[in-house]
Structures are given as C-alpha cells and as structure tokens.
C-alpha cells in the first residue's frame, strides 16, 4: 500500500505548465495534506488520508487490491462554503483520477461515501467534511 500513499501525495503536489502551477486541491489547502496524522498547530483548511481498509480480490485468473481511502477535510471558518469548494476541488482530482502507481496497474479510483459535518464541542467549532473512494489496483 506505500505506493498507493506515494501516488496520492504526488498527484497531490503535481505541477503542470511554465511556470509551475499546483493543482486546485492543492492550492486550497494551506494547511497541506497528511498521510494518517497531521502536524500539531495546522493551518486551515487542511486534510489528511488514511486507509481504512484493503482486501486482495482474486477473480478468475486477476488478481486485484481494493482499499477503501479516506479523506477527512478540516476547516475552522464560520461557514460551510471554503470547506465545500475545498471538496469540490478535492473530488475533481481524484475522483475517476489516474494515480501514477509504480508497483500496481491502476484500474479504477471512484468516490463512494461523502458527508458535511459541523463539529461544535470544541470552543468555536469547525467543519469536518469526509469522503472515501473505492481504489482498485492490479497487481503487476
């Protein structure tokens, strides 16, 4: 699964055209983007991605890795819009994207589950929104 990771971060942080220019996500995200944990004292918004869960799937002579990744959108702002444009640009590069995996042929990256929460048990609250995609890989 590291290549799996390495090819999110680096679609992630892919520049494209003179001069460099990062990807919307990206350059929605001051606070950056974490494999599983995030650094202490964040900018908002950022996010992090973990697997939740990953399963070998044998059909008939392919053999294929599923992994359910979540991403998890954090925002402190007073409303709900930064942390929406943030998933919109979130969902325009990965969803039905093309990860640049070096150890598995990538098949398929497709959004499954999504949800807007706001979180008010901490002093001034903030906007959690969380998605998964369904990944699946073939194993070279």
Request: hydrophobic share 40%.
């Amino acid at each position: 699964m590291q290549d799996l990771f390495a090819a999110i971060e680096t679609l992630y942080s892919q520049t494209t055209g003179s001069p460099p220019v990062h990807n919307p996500f990206f350059n929605a995200l001051p606070g950056g983007l974490a494999n599983t944990e995030i650094p202490q004292y964040p900018n908002y918004p950022y996010a992090v991605f973990q697997l939740i869960s990953g399963v070998p799937d044998h059909l008939f002579t392919n053999t294929t890795e599923e992994a359910l990744i979540q991403f998890t959108i954090i925002d402190n702002s007073g409303s709900s819009q930064t942390i929406c444009n943030v998933f919109d640009a979130l969902d325009a590069l990965y969803d039905n994207c093309v990860l640049p995996t070096s150890v598995y042929g990538f098949l398929s990256m497709l959004r499954e589950f999504q949800q807007l929460l706001r979180v008010d048990e901490v002093e001034g609250g903030f906007w959690q929104y969380v998605v998964q995609y369904r990944v699946v890989l073939q194993k070279n």
